[in-house]
Nanobody
């Protein structure tokens, strides 16, 4: 199993920045994919950024150039640096991880961007 603990969400004005963290309970080298999805009220859960073995990072078109995913292997933690935030970025952000064919999700962290 993999436990994932997200942090770093909050309320920010449009144009501001936040950094989300997702700490995994297992070595990140045993995890084949990890990243961030988000879900706004009434919407489906959508990909924000995902790193897979290779490594390869995929970003949603809506966040390219504004969000950056990074990894600290010593801390088994994935970060999402979010700059130039927009009200439409408001959502609950979830951290998924895939390990040995199973998917795991964190509890989510709320990001609210005011206009």
């Amino acid at each position: 199993q993999v436990q994932l603990v997200e942090s770093g969400g909050g309320l920010v004005q449009a144009g501001g920045s936040l950094r989300l963290s997702c700490a995994a309970s297992r070595s990140i080298f045993t995890i084949s994919a990890m990243g961030w999805y988000r879900q706004a009220p009434g919407n489906q859960r959508d990909l924000v950024a995902l790193i897979t073995s290779g490594p390869s990072i995929n970003y949603a078109d809506s966040v390219k150039g504004r969000f950056t995913l990074s990894i600290d292997t010593a801390k088994n933690t994935v970060y999402l640096q979010m700059n130039s935030l927009k009200p439409e970025d408001t959502a609950v952000y979830y951290c998924p991880a895939e390990r040995l064919g199973r998917s795991y999700w964190g509890q989510g962290t709320q990001v609210t961007v005011s206009s």
